[in-house]
């Protein structure tokens, strides 16, 4: 931190992507106004989760470069893209949603780890695991467990969200989805898009889950999996 320091590594991982994911998009003849745009913001995203599963390009370098893709700089500018999307893409109506599933996220983020970390034998703390074990498996990015999250967590969601509303305002008649994105609906892009779009009915959940705590959550895996 803060946001905008070219010497903090999680700002340079951020502008990283989002550089490389501007001149793909501009390779399509595509254009907007500000830094950034929900198409490109979500490009950005993907370099980034590319990164942090350990993949590579032809050549042997991750799609945002980094010695280390378990850093948790690199969590911490999934986040941030993730949330700059969202907001990029649904504006300030969605403001409540996106920090209330920041904040219920990490809460989650803490029943799990907690969870995980419980020595207890008795029936409750065994299916206390075997749910966090199911969660941890569904949200991670990468092959790394999930961690407690901080508030260095929090302050990079959160200032994604504002960027991304200054995204939204900037581009009123972008076209989200232009006629060349088709080659890649089948594509990791694709499902992300989709996923972004699903924001107010994905956002109602979580914050239901939140609200039920862990004993909850086997039958609300459910519902998300519906």
């Known amino acids: 931190m803060p946001k905008g320091d070219p010497n903090d590594l999680t700002w340079r991982y951020v502008t990283l ?42 050549g042997g370098a ?38 209330a599933q920041t904040r219920t996220y ?11 970390g419980g020595k207890g034998q008795g029936l409750e703390d065994r299916i206390n695991r075997g749910v966090a074990r199911v969660i941890d498996s569904y949200l991670r990015e990468s092959a790394e467990p999930l961690s407690a999250p901080n508030a260095d967590s ?9 960027d ?28 992300l898009r989709l996923w972004l779009r699903d924001l107010p009915n994905r956002a109602h959940r979580i914050e239901e889950w939140g609200a039920g705590g862990l004993r909850a959550l086997p039958g609300r895996l459910r519902e998300l999996a519906d």
């Open 106 to 116: 990490d809460n989650l983020k803490r029943n799990v780890v907690k969870a995980l």
């Open 164 to 191: 991304g509303l200054v995204d939204y305002r900037l581009n009123p008649d972008t076209d989200n989805d232009p006629w060349w994105m088709d080659q890649y609906r089948d594509t990791p892009i694709a499902k």
């Open 17 to 58: 992507a989002l550089d490389r994911a501007t001149r793909w998009a501009k390779s399509h003849d595509y254009a907007w106004q500000g830094r950034s745009c929900y198409l490109v913001s979500a490009r950005a995203l993907e370099y980034v989760i590319e990164t942090r599963r350990g993949l590579v390009l032809p």
């Open 154 to 162: 929090e302050y990079w969601a959160m200032a994604g969200i504002e």
């Open 62 to 99: 991750p799609p945002v470069p980094t010695t280390n893709h378990r850093d948790q700089e690199l969590a911490y500018a999934d986040h941030y893209l993730h949330m700059r999307g969202m907001a990029g893409l649904h504006g300030p109506e969605a403001r409540t949603y996106l920090e």
